[in-house]
């Protein structure tokens, strides 16, 4: 598959069951993908890891503590890391793109080894660390 943007691809975004973005989810995944493509910009142009992107709602069922109402079952929310940075990091530079109106105000969460990031609902935070 083609490119989603620059530095993003349509294969990073197919669940992990390796079924492809539904072609109507298609534009959610565009947008999500510009607001990384500023975040990794805003980063040095450091590599920006996908664990998670689209999900189906059968793989989605099947993750333990996962929302029925995910963002990724719209292909609006990724989970992402970035090799020797720390997940707190990662989570500041993002509240302060989005403070700086440069990121969508979605969804952020930190958990211990990635952030979850979506261009849903606006403002919602949470910290799952152990």
């Given at each position: 598959?083609?490119?989603?943007?620059?530095?993003?691809?349509?294969?990073?975004?197919?669940?992990?069951?390796?079924?492809?973005?539904?072609?109507?989810?298609?534009?959610?995944?565009?947008?999500?993908?510009?607001?990384?493509?500023?975040?990794?910009?805003?980063?040095?142009?450091?590599?920006?890891?996908?664990?998670s992107?689209?999900?189906?709602?059968e793989?989605?069922?099947?993750?333990?503590?996962?929302?029925?109402?995910?963002?990724?079952?719209?292909?609006?929310?990724?989970?992402?890391?970035?090799k020797?940075?720390?997940?707190i990091?990662?989570?500041?530079?993002?509240?302060?793109?989005?403070?700086?109106?440069?990121?969508?105000?979605?969804?952020?969460?930190?958990?211990?080894?990635?952030?979850?990031?979506?261009?849903?609902?606006?403002?919602?935070?949470?910290?799952?660390?152990?």
């Amino acid at each position: 598959m083609d490119k989603i943007t620059t530095h993003f691809y349509w294969s990073e975004a197919m669940c992990s069951d390796g079924t492809e973005v539904p072609s109507y989810l298609r534009s959610n995944a565009i947008r999500l993908a510009n607001n990384l493509e500023t975040l990794r910009f805003a980063i040095g142009e450091l590599p920006i890891r996908i664990n998670s992107w689209y999900r189906t709602k059968e793989f989605n069922e099947n993750l333990p503590n996962s929302s029925p109402n995910s963002q990724h079952l719209l292909a609006k929310a990724c989970d992402i890391w970035i090799k020797g940075m720390k997940p707190i990091t990662l989570f500041t530079v993002i509240e302060t793109l989005i403070r700086l109106r440069k990121m969508e105000n979605g969804g952020l969460g930190i958990y211990n080894t990635f952030i979850h990031y979506d261009v849903g609902p606006e403002g919602r935070r949470w910290d799952y660390r152990k």
